[in-house]
């Protein structure tokens, strides 16, 4: 059988993407863009039949990009957002999205208790005050995380995770998400936010959720924990409650722009914890997304039915013909 186009998009040099995909065998041939840039990504399209996506969203499949892949079949993001890509365009072309969901739900709700547990007994305020050779043990006000009121925003297999790991630190947990789940806790989306004393946020970001948490509308003196995407909560008004006092800290591991431009005033407000969108980055977690990626794609080659799959299109990808051109 004639291999089948793969177009690796991950920021890894060529030849890890290759080493990485070697278990795919001679069924693929492996290329990837002239370079990192939207005009290198339109000019090798047209010949894909297979996208493995790029998960820092640079080299997105929009509604253009879908229209110069004519025999795209099959797109694999290796992460769980899927942040730029088109899934009304490339539902309409017939091409499967799928992502690796729940490959990184244990180390990011990890990070969400970690980042809680970090806020509630102020141990960056204590690590910076005992290095400036103050000894303030009356002086940070730190707070058990045992009892507090959770609030969890999108329930997916990381939603779920923190609820478990939350509720085994003896906290009240309540979720907010937009697909009715039997689990109880549900909440709605403005009694959560305006009643949890930890909000935590691990939504995936689209239209619908764009700018869906106000920070104004929390309980005074609650904090944020942000782990989903910085979009999903308004950064100016969360730098407004914070300045003002009203929150009492937040937990960032993703911002509108990143990496964090120089000069933006999170940097410079205090009670902010900030992570460079890693709190999924784990050896296990790698492992795993490693290991979702190559069966999907295994799958496809196979026509097999892949998982995951996030747009209502045929989860058994089918071959098009090399002479395919755009309707």
Not at 184 to 197: M, R
Not at 284 to 299: I, M
Not at 313 to 321: D, G, N, W
């Amino acid at each position: 059988m004639t291999p089948w186009n793969l177009l690796a998009l991950p920021p890894l040099p060529e030849e890890v993407l290759r080493s990485l995909l070697a278990p795919l065998g001679d069924r693929v041939d492996v290329r990837v863009p002239a370079a990192r840039e939207r005009a290198a990504l339109l000019d090798a399209l047209p010949d894909a039949e297979i996208v493995l996506g790029d998960w820092t969203g640079l080299l997105a499949l929009d509604a253009e990009a879908v229209a110069a892949a004519p025999r795209l079949a099959f797109v694999q993001q290796p992460s769980v957002g899927v942040d730029g890509h088109d899934l009304t365009a490339l539902t309409a072309a017939g091409v499967p999205l799928a992502n690796t969901a729940g490959v990184s739900a244990v180390a990011v709700s990890e990070w969400c208790v970690a980042a809680a547990l970090s806020l509630t007994r102020r141990l960056a305020a204590a690590d910076a005050a005992v290095r400036a050779g103050e000894w303030p043990q009356q002086g940070l006000q730190p707070r058990e995380l045992h009892g507090q009121r959770v609030g969890i925003v999108g329930f997916g297999p990381i939603g779920v995770s923190c609820a478990r790991l939350f509720r085994a630190f003896g906290c009240q947990v309540s979720y907010w998400t937009r697909t009715p789940r039997d689990e109880p806790g549900h909440t709605d989306l403005e009694t959560l936010v305006a009643t949890s004393d930890v909000l935590v946020v691990v939504i995936a970001l689209s239209d619908e959720t764009r700018g869906l948490i106000d920070p104004a509308r929390m309980k005074p003196g609650a904090l944020l924990v942000n782990a989903a995407r910085g979009g999903v909560v308004d950064q100016a008004a969360l730098v407004a409650a914070l300045r003002a006092g009203r929150l009492g800290g937040a937990a960032l591991d993703v911002f509108e722009t990143e990496p964090l431009p120089a000069g933006d005033p999170l940097r410079e407000v205090a009670g902010v914890l900030l992570s460079p969108h890693a709190a999924g980055v784990t050896p296990e977690s790698t492992g795993r997304l490693l290991a979702a990626t190559l069966d999907n794609l295994g799958a496809a080659l196979d026509g097999r039915e892949v998982a995951n799959v996030l747009n209502s299109v045929s989860p058994v990808v089918r071959r098009k013909p090399a002479d395919s051109a755009p309707s």
